[in-house]
């Protein structure tokens, strides 16, 4: 899977985790798209490397999807923790 099919990934991931995960979020729509994004990335990323699950090629694989999401919803926690007041 290329680039432009983890940035895709990314962007349903991060729509995943926000319906997982309602609540404002300080970065709004944005700032929830681009945590998806590194969130699939790292979500990937951290599957390959401590649970030695090669990264498919393929879009359409479970493993994958979960990684994503899982990546997405921790970056979407960590991110309301650090920066969860701004809008007061």
Avoid: C, E, Q
């Avoid at 940035?7 to 945590?35: F, H, M, N």
Wanted: charged share 10%; glycine share 18%; proline share 2%.
């Amino acid at each position: 899977m290329g680039i432009i099919g983890w940035i895709v990934l990314g962007l349903l991931a991060g729509a995943i985790a926000k319906i997982l995960l309602p609540g404002r979020d300080p970065g709004g729509l944005v700032g929830t798209t681009l945590i998806g994004i590194a969130g699939a990335f790292i979500g990937g990323w951290l599957s390959a490397k401590f649970l030695h699950r090669s990264i498919s090629n393929h879009f359409f694989d479970a493993a994958t999807w979960g990684s994503a999401i899982a990546g997405s919803l921790v970056l979407l926690i960590a991110y309301r923790i650090l920066f969860g007041n701004s809008r007061d």
